[in-house]
């Protein structure tokens, strides 16, 4: 079994920040990219940020220059700092990642999402 388990969710208010994480637990062997996604209800879920196991990382132009990912390979965690949040940032992120397990299985995992509200 393969668990993501994502954190650091909550309200804040126009222009402030939150680092959200996710950890991976369970029968892993490695991680391959990690990456974020948000869904606003209703609608559908969209990609925001990723990152591979070497580091690379790539944005969605509604990310650009305000948020920034990165890992922590050695606890299998992925962080999304957001800065300079707006409202139209509220959303319940999903983190996502491509593994293998330790039966050499090759799969992508989701999360269960942590709540983002920006009040204006």
């Known amino acids: 079994q393969v668990q993501l388990v994502e954190s650091g969710g909550g309200l804040v208010q126009s222009g402030g920040s939150l680092r959200l994480s996710c950890a991976a637990s369970g029968r892993i062997f490695s991680i391959n990219t990690m990456r974020w996604y948000r869904q606003v209800h209703g609608k559908e879920r969209d990609w925001v940020a990723s990152?591979?196991?070497?580091?690379?990382?790539n944005y969605a132009d509604s990310a650009k220059g305000r948020f920034t990912i990165s890992r922590d390979n050695a606890k299998n965690t992925v962080y999304l700092q957001m800065n300079s949040l707006k409202p139209e940032d509220t959303a319940v992120y999903y983190c996502?990642?491509?593994?293998?397990?330790?039966?050499?299985?090759?799969?992508?995992?989701w999360g269960k999402g942590t709540l983002v509200t920006v009040s204006s």
């Open positions: 990152i591979t196991s070497s580091g690379s990382t």
């Open positions: 996502n990642a491509d593994l293998i397990t330790i039966t050499g299985l090759v799969q992508s995992y």
